[in-house]
């Protein structure tokens, strides 16, 4: 989403199985869903009433599961340490139902020492962790409202849909208690609103900062360009409402409000990856995959949580829908077309929002929709039930083509396996625009070699670099988990900084390029080689003369340790 120069890239869960690459936000996810129980499990135990004990016991769970998203997946760790926290405090409210100094120290130490324990239970990972971020700065670029409605769609529909649905029973009253207006028949004509604030200049100065303040800020972030920031803000707002009301509520906490601490986070890091960006990152490209891929998670689960709160739309909507709410529900649908009519035709959201106003009121006025509000529920229940089930269909469009699209792009078909190797016994790679080619079956042999009882410990292994997304280069490593010079260039100068990657790329074609034994030595001593890889790829970017050089030095500093097809393994003499 967003301007091209940020290089946004986003994933769902879906596509991240479905491709099936081990990154570190895919191995988080099934403990981020692990937390959420944890931490829910707690809030529920503390609302019940737990003794010191078990308290800690819990405490030390929640820090295990939350401080090893710090080991697997660090952008993942200050989400679900927040979240974590938050159903500690929940739990704790709901138990002593009263807001006072005990309860804000209870919670205080407790997140304290949750915080301490995730700190603790991973110090050998902390001590010897080293960040290339140090900090954010302001970013450059914003997403689109479209695009953000094109991955987050289907569940802000329900969200919203939701957040409607319940404003109906305390809005009302929230305008009248927050601006102190009461009119006629609650505040519902507009000319006894209008004397009661020429009447009370109190009364309308609250309107003016409690109404037309936060108004104007929305209208002003449209106008510059932050339209997800506008648009999330006030489904923020609305969620703040709702948690007002339910925490006040023993039956909605702590699950209700539980639901609601998943949504404000969801929808608080859409609105953060429009603010900040963080340092070190390619242009925000990470910044906005590795948290629109939380949110989304957050996202779905309060999603399918408010469906059944609604029963799947079937007391949607129904006889007591009001007038004002009819309005609503017709303003919100012609936004949410208008936001795709700016894809299309690029006007600014501002313009759409004013158009969408004015046919909202004249469309409300008319008789038609009046009647089938008030009179005729079943039209604008299934009107919903066709958006929903239309946003569900599109949004599993990907679930065939692209499962359809992923199998297509096999070497060749296998029977089911757990076996990630399976397919190189018989495929064939071709790289380097077909001037290239690999035959895996040879690799496969050598790296079962190394996983075998031939080789102890865990030696450090030399192989060659290739093209970037281009060629199977950093086979060796990932197939056994020995430590390489050098893995994936690209991942690593990100993870690790870039100022070291240059050089071992340089030292690495060096030692296979050269032609003179003591600066491969040299090179191979500095990196505690044990092990040389030579295979297709390496005889492809590397000149033979230079690979000639590993068959000369056999007998005085190394030995041939493995021969087989097109693979070569020279494993460096001690002393040598």
Not at 24 to 30: C, D, G, K
Not at 226 to 246: D, E, G, K, N
Not at 273 to 296: C, P, S
Not at 516 to 533: M, T
């Amino acid at each position: 989403p967003g301007d091209p120069r940020g290089f946004e890239i986003t994933e769902f869960p879906f596509f991240t199985f479905l491709f099936a690459d081990l990154h570190a936000h895919m191995m988080a996810i099934p403990l981020t869903l692990l937390s959420l129980g944890v931490a829910l499990a707690l809030a529920v135990r503390l609302k019940e009433g737990l003794g010191l004990a078990a308290r800690v016991g819990h405490l030390l769970a929640l820090a295990l599961v939350v401080g090893s998203l710090r080991a697997i997946n660090t952008w993942d760790f200050p989400t679900y340490l927040i979240i974590g926290a938050s159903a500690m405090a929940m739990g704790e409210y709901a138990r002593s139902r009263r807001i006072d100094l005990g309860l804000a120290a209870r919670v205080v130490l407790q997140g304290a020492f949750l915080y301490w324990a995730t700190t603790l239970l991973f110090a050998p990972f902390i001590d010897g962790y080293q960040s290339f971020s140090d900090g954010v700065f302001s970013s450059k670029w914003q997403t689109p409202l479209h695009a953000y409605l094109g991955i987050h769609g289907l569940f802000v529909f329900v969200v919203m849909t939701f957040l409607v649905y319940t404003a109906r029973s305390y809005l009302p009253r929230f305008l009248r208690s927050v601006t102190g207006i009461v009119g006629s028949d609650g505040g519902g004509k507009v000319k006894a609103v209008a004397e009661e604030l020429a009447s009370d200049s109190g009364k309308a100065l609250r309107l003016v900062l409690l109404v037309g303040l936060p108004l104007a800020s929305l209208v002003t972030l449209l106008a510059s360009g932050y339209t997800v920031v506008a648009f999330v803000s006030a489904l923020l707002f609305a969620t703040a409402l709702l948690a007002r009301r339910w925490l006040t509520s023993p039956q909605e906490t702590p699950y209700g409000a539980f639901a609601l601490t998943l949504l404000g986070m969801a929808l608080a890091l859409g609105v953060a990856v429009e603010l900040v960006t963080i340092k070190g990152d390619i242009a925000r490209m990470n910044t906005v995959f590795k948290f629109y891929l939380q949110a989304w998670i957050l996202l779905g689960m309060v999603a399918a949580y408010f469906l059944w709160r609604m029963e799947f739309g079937r007391a949607i909507l129904g006889k007591a829908f009001s007038l004002p709410m009819g309005m609503l529900v017709v303003l919100t649908t012609l936004i949410f077309l208008a936001s795709w009519a700016f894809v299309l035709l690029r006007f600014p959201p501002l313009v759409w929002t004013i158009f969408g106003t004015a046919w909202a009121f004249a469309i409300w006025k008319s008789r038609f929709v009046q009647r089938a509000i008030v009179y005729n529920g079943n039209i604008l229940r299934g009107a919903w039930l066709v958006l929903l089930v239309s946003l569900v269909l599109g949004s599993s469009v990907y679930t065939v083509a692209g499962t359809r699209d992923r199998l297509r792009d096999r070497f060749q078909v296998l029977p089911l396996t757990l076996d990630g190797m399976a397919y190189m016994a018989d495929a064939r790679y071709t790289f380097d625009r077909g001037r290239g080619t690999q035959e895996l079956k040879w690799d496969y042999d050598a790296i079962q070699w190394l996983r075998g009882a031939s080789v102890k410990g865990s030696p450090v292994v030399l192989e060659g670099q290739g093209e970037l997304y281009r060629s199977l280069h950093g086979r060796v490593s990932i197939y056994t988990g020995l430590p390489t010079v050098l893995g994936w260039d690209n991942h690593q100068s990100q993870q690790r900084g870039g100022s070291h990657i240059g050089e071992r790329i340089a030292d690495i074609r060096s030692i296979y390029s050269t032609t003179d034994w003591e600066q491969a030595l040299e090179l191979l001593r500095k990196y505690q080689v044990e092990y040389i890889y030579v295979g297709e790829i390496e005889r492809h970017y590397y000149p033979q003369v230079g690979l000639n050089k590993f068959q000369e030095m056999v007998g005085t500093d190394l030995e041939l340790a493995y021969a087989k097809g097109q693979v070569e393994i020279y494993r460096v003499l001690p002393n040598s």
